[in-house]
């Protein structure tokens, strides 16, 4: 089911959600509509995690695959060209989310259902109605004139 267009988070928005999610080495990362792969590819290369990214789109999936390939993160790094209701995030330390308000309500209580305790859940700008965050932050691109401006939402699983 798609729900939710292919926006992709710019690189310092995504360094700041994995430090903020407090990612660390050897923990798994799923990106739930991982896009070109940037999310799970920064997770392994900087902050030596595993990467599992989903995306529904063929085009992007392989996108993905391509960029991980010419990174040699093989190894460390899976996309799955699925549903992300269909795929099994019991595994899960962090999940990224760059969905909408709508789209997080759906995903919602999968994430419930499925993530352990301690699971942490950060969202870029959209919040999980319901839930509430262990911190929001906002995030300055360009902090020397003020835009574009980024609200990430951390969440942990109690």
Known sequence: MFIAPFVPSPQTVVEYMLKLADLKAGEVLFDMGSGDGRTVIMAAKTFGARGVGIELREDLAKKAMSNIHENGLDDRVTIMNDDMF????????????????????????????????????????????GWRPAKVENFCENPKVGYPSHTIYLYKKP
């Open 86 to 129: 269909n795929v099994n995030l019991t595994s899960a330390d962090v999940v990224y989310l760059y969905l909408t308000t709508s789209a997080n309500e759906k995903i919602k209580p999968k994430l419930e259902s499925d993530l352990k305790k301690g699971a942490r859940v950060v969202s870029h700008d959209y919040e999980i109605i």
